[in-house]
């Protein structure tokens, strides 16, 4: 997966992470997109039972009272606060260690044996690889977490 990189330090986004978890909401991932004018700072939020609008609500109010003391120091943006959705991203090897187990489609930087497209069962996470059944061909592939482009759940509905 690639690096981020945002425009406050690690030490602002934990405590954004603080903040939000002591009202029982997990920040899961944190996206900064600069455009032509303004820049977009989203925050994925998560928590037991699914998010709330009004639990987006007051992520925002409270990164916000966070953030807007930094204005100065921070180029224009615009703040979103949303779920990861049912199609959640699997951002770190956390997030797969968390969901081993589930459905997920992943899309690989390079191809591996032929395929750059895995979609099957999670079944392990172990330092920095995953073992992925893949239900269309029946096998299994160890990867590199570093060559995982992109890693989702497969909603089950």
């Known amino acids: 997966?690639?690096?981020?990189?945002?425009?406050?330090?690690?030490?602002?986004?934990?405590?954004l992470k603080g903040r939000l978890e002591a009202l029982g909401l997990e920040l899961c991932h944190v996206d900064w997109l600069q455009g032509r004018g303004?820049?977009?700072l989203t925050l994925f939020i998560d928590r037991p039972g699914g998010v709330t609008?009004?639990?987006?609500?007051?992520?925002?109010?409270e990164a916000s009272a966070i953030l807007d003391p930094l204005e100065e120091s921070l180029p224009?943006?615009?703040?979103?606060?949303?779920?990861?959705?049912?199609?959640?991203?699997?951002w770190t090897l956390a997030d797969c260690a968390r969901w081993k187990g589930s459905r997920v489609t992943m899309r690989l930087e390079r191809k591996l044996e032929g395929t750059a497209?895995?979609?099957?069962?999670?079944?392990?996470?172990?330092?920095?690889?995953?073992?992925?059944?893949?239900?269309?061909?029946k096998r299994r592939y160890t990867v590199r977490f570093g060559d995982v482009r992109r890693a989702r759940l497969v909603p089950e509905l």
Do not use: H
């Not at 639990?55 to 109010?61: I, L, M, V, W």
């Not at 895995?118 to 920095?128: A, M, P, S, Y």
């Open 76 to 90: 224009a943006y615009v703040l979103e606060v949303s779920s990861p959705g049912l199609d959640r991203p699997l």
């Open 117 to 137: 497209k895995l979609k099957g069962i999670l079944e392990d996470v172990r330092e920095d690889s995953l073992t992925v059944l893949d239900e269309d061909r």
């Open 53 to 61: 609008l009004d639990d987006c609500e007051t992520a925002s109010r």
């Open 38 to 40: 303004r820049a977009t």
């Open 1 to 15: 997966m690639t690096a981020r990189t945002l425009p406050f330090d690690a030490a602002t986004e934990g405590l």
